[in-house]
């Protein structure tokens, strides 16, 4: 994994990435193709349950499970979250990855938030899914030392907690707790197929999202 080649300078930020004021965050990355209703409401509600000062959505420019997503749509799909937290205290988007190297590992990530943004103290929150694959990510014990993981239930996959029971045989450092959120079965995958079919998305996409899905990457701001 990543190991301090984040910036020639080592440790520091990039001019392009904000400074903060919060002292704690919650780490949310996901490719967001486009963001929807799920990705809001467990942002949100992991938010008011944690009580972190804010959540960072982090778009992926070429996430290493999906790899025909690329670098052609990362403006487009970090344009999207933003409009996604258009007016909400606490939630932001911060295009961390676009500073890395491709792939994007998570481990990578959260090294350089935590280089970056040294008095941050940083968690990860991710759905069920992603919870259940984490034994295929790069780095993965360092990333259990460095970071504990909010977890959200996601239809089709086993009890959070026999998930965590299993990953823990293999990674005792596993640091996991449960964001409680009534199960959402929404996916960007889903919600793409109906917006290529040209069908009702139901609301599931905000109005400002949808917009700039209809511009195509092309015309990201
Ligand atoms: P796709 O269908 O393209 O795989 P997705 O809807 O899973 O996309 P991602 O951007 O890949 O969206 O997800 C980012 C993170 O959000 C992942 O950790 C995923 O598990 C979680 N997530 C997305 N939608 C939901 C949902 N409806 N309920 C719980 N977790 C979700």
Redesign the pocket.
């Given at each position: 994994w990543y190991t301090g080649e984040i910036s020639g300078d080592g440790g520091q930020r990039p001019i392009g990435l904000p400074a903060t004021e919060a002292k704690r965050v919650l780490l949310?990355?996901?490719?967001?193709?486009p963001?929807?209703?799920?990705?809001l409401?467990?942002a949100q509600l992991a938010l008011e349950q944690t009580g972190v000062d804010e959540v960072w959505f982090l778009p992926?420019p070429n996430?290493p499970h999906?790899q025909e997503i690329g670098d052609d749509t990362f403006g487009w799909r970090a344009a999207m979250v933003t409009a996604l937290l258009e007016g909400r205290a606490g939630l932001r988007t911060m295009p961390i990855e676009e500073f890395l190297p491709r792939p994007s590992y998570t481990v990578d990530t959260v090294h350089a938030c935590q280089l970056w943004y040294p008095d941050v103290e940083f968690s990860f929150?991710?759905?069920?899914?992603?919870?259940e694959q984490l034994l295929t990510w790069h780095g993965v014990d360092e990333l259990a030392k460095r970071v504990p993981f909010y977890v959200?239930?996601?239809?089709g996959t086993s009890a959070l907690t026999q998930v965590v029971n299993t990953l823990r045989e293999r990674l005792p450092e596993l640091r996991a707790t449960a964001i409680e959120?009534p199960?959402?079965?929404?996916?960007?995958?889903?919600?793409?197929e109906r917006l290529e079919a040209g069908a009702d998305i139901c609301g599931l996409i905000s109005p400002a999202v949808l917009d700039l899905w209809h511009k195509g990457p092309q015309n990201e701001v």
């Open positions: 949310f990355g996901g490719t967001f193709d963001p929807h209703v799920g990705h409401t467990m992926a996430p999906k929150l991710l759905g069920a899914d992603s919870l959200v239930a996601r239809s959120m199960l959402l079965d929404v996916s960007s995958t889903w919600l793409r």
